[in-house]
């Protein structure tokens, strides 16, 4: 491969942050010419809980070197204690609180959300990129993307959503950005790996989407446009696989159609910057990234661990 793999890593890491943190600028100026302008002038990139969450599950695993649930709820609890104000939904703060207050596990909690059915949310898949690097080799993968989930997403389709996540950041791993991007097999190894309908028909609506070259604002619109995994996350695919060699059009693509930016474009920049590798991602970006420095030193432990 012509990219070292540490590289990657790093590219997938600080790739989903910096799609966090522009696409919650684009929240506030959601056309190009004038976010591009705001983008040149900011001095730093705030991320926002998807960031947040990714970070702890990436301090998770390398301290364990595998996905311990209970460990995982405590540090996602510890971060959100700290840092209350990134814009967490209403799940995770009532998740840490009922495991406080009633001495259940994460897991338990998780499950009790929504009436027992638990969030179908793309909160797990935000956050994912952790799995989805350091587990890119497992056969298991799936069931290390569903553990990490089952801490605050217990429903089938906000795991699933995770799981198609984390298998596309490492199938982007394994692939040479120097070679020809093989479309057919990535999007076809996603919708193998799918395991719920709702998931699995919304990628096969993406491999239409992508191969009949149909519009990111059709395509936001067929997919969905809602924070429900299924109707967020195979947009996300959707932009890379529309943009496969450039992570700036990715990001614009995941971030300016509308729908939840910020996750988007966290979700979308994973992949391609696990893809393209760190050099891809514009400097004047890195540069301004929040915590840019810890962001790579985890990727890079994540790949040493």
């Known amino acids: 491969m012509t990219i070292d793999l540490k590289e990657k890593y790093k590219g997938g890491m600080v790739g989903s942050a910096i799609g966090d943190a522009i696409g919650e600028i684009a929240f506030q100026y959601p056309q190009r010419q004038v976010l591009s302008s705001i983008l040149g002038r900011a001095s730093e990139f705030r991320y926002t809980d998807d960031t947040a969450m990714a970070i702890g599950l990436a301090e998770s695993i390398i301290k364990e070197g595998r996905i311990d649930q209970q460990q995982l709820g405590k540090i996602f609890s510890n971060n959100y204690q700290r840092e209350p104000w990134r814009g967490y939904a209403s799940g995770p703060p009532t998740i840490f609180s009922m495991v406080r207050k009633l001495g259940i596990t994460y897991r338990e909690a998780a499950r009790r959300l929504f009436g027992g059915s638990g969030s179908l949310g793309n909160g797990a898949s935000m956050r994912i990129v952790p799995v989805g690097l350091f587990f890119h080799h497992a056969r298991d993968l799936y069931e290390h993307a569903s553990a990490s989930a089952e801490v605050t997403h217990a429903h089938p389709v906000g795991i699933d959503g995770a ?31 799918a395991r719920t309908p709702e998931i699995q028909s919304k990628m096969d609506l993406v491999k239409t989407l992508v191969t009949e070259n149909v519009s990111p604002g059709i395509a936001a619109d067929m997919v969905g446009r809602t924070v429900a995994a299924h109707e967020s996350m195979p947009f996300a695919v959707y932009c890379f696989l ?64």
């Open 242 to 305: 529309r943009h496969p060699r450039s992570f700036e059009e990715c990001l614009f693509c995941a971030i300016l159609n509308q729908g939840d930016r910020d996750t988007l474009g966290a979700m979308a920049c994973a992949i391609s910057g696990a893809y393209l590798g760190l050099d891809a991602i514009p400097q004047l970006w890195r540069q301004k990234l929040e915590k840019r420095v810890h962001i790579e030193n985890l990727a890079s432990a994540l790949a040493e661990r």
């Open 163 to 193: 799981a198609i996540q984390a298998r596309a950041v490492a199938q982007a791993v394994e692939l040479d950005p120097q070679e020809r991007f093989p479309l057919e097999l990535f999007i076809q190894g996603l919708i193998d790996f």
